[in-house]
């Protein structure tokens, strides 16, 4: 497919355990967005990729969160010692570059849920 | 203070009638871009229209348009005869300044509900 794709679409977890996401952009898109989104409201800013390197990262909560683009392709969002609060769904976009005009397009979400 | 605010939580609009859902925003810079994604109960957002603060027409594409009011910071989503098929929830979402890579500031969304 075209669009942006994400995996897994769902993660069941335990407290204080490990979990990566993973984005896949639309081939040839240079920017690409995480976003959260909890239950009943609007996604919210983690980080944005330009290229491979994390241009803007004032979104992610706090140390345990960490996402990667090594090769300016695929992203992988890391969550370490997750906790209740983590669950929501984590919306991936990509968009052709990081202009101002350029719509996002954004992938179906990995649903988190911490037990 | 919010940045995006949609003041209605939910709307009902009668099958091919039209409906204005609304938004305001809050910003200084004087680039910004305002968009409107609907999100179904599947889940993926999907881009309706954007408006550039510097636009002077009003976006339209297909059966959306915006009702853009810079001085009163507005951009109300219109939706002419509507589908059952626009039931879903919609956000607004604002992109401040024109440099690279602005994220997204989202509203908390309005869900429209199309009665048949």
């Known amino acids: 497919g075209a669009g942006v794709s994400q995996t897994p679409s769902n993660k069941v977890t335990e407290k204080g355990k490990y979990v990566e996401l993973r984005c896949d952009p639309i081939?040839?898109?240079?920017?690409l967005y995480w976003y959260r989104q909890s239950l009943g409201q609007g996604p919210e800013f983690l980080i944005y990729?330009?290229?491979?390197?994390?241009?803007?990262d004032s979104g992610l909560p706090n140390d345990r969160f960490f996402a990667v683009r090594p090769e300016g392709s695929v992203s992988t969002l890391k969550i370490q010692r997750t906790e209740r609060g983590d669950s929501a769904v984590y919306l991936c976009?990509?968009?052709?570059?990081?202009?101002?005009?350029?719509?996002?397009?954004f992938g179906p979400g990995t649903r988190l849920t911490v037990l | 203070a919010q940045k995006i605010t949609q003041t209605q939580p939910g709307m009902f609009v009668q099958e091919k009638e039209a409906v204005t859902l609304d938004c305001t925003y809050d910003?200084?810079?004087?680039?910004?871009?305002l968009f409107w994604y609907k999100q179904p109960s599947s889940g993926e957002m999907i881009f309706l229209i954007y408006?550039?603060?510097?636009?002077?027409q009003n976006a339209t594409e297909g059966r959306y348009s915006l009702n853009f009011q810079k001085a009163r910071k507005s951009a109300n989503l219109v939706i002419s005869a509507s589908q059952l098929g626009d039931s879903a929830m919609y956000f607004c979402?604002?992109?401040?300044?024109?440099?690279?890579?602005?994220?997204?500031?989202f509203g908390a969304g309005t869900i429209l509900r199309v009665k048949s």
């Open positions: 976009a990509s968009s052709l570059n990081g202009l101002a005009a350029n719509e996002q397009f």
């Open positions: 081939s040839g898109h240079t920017a």
């Open positions: 990729f330009q290229g491979t390197g994390a241009a803007d």
């Open positions: 910003t200084s810079d004087q680039s910004y871009g």
């Open positions: 408006q550039g603060s510097y636009d002077e």
């Open positions: 979402a604002m992109r401040e300044g024109m440099e690279y890579g602005n994220k997204l500031v």
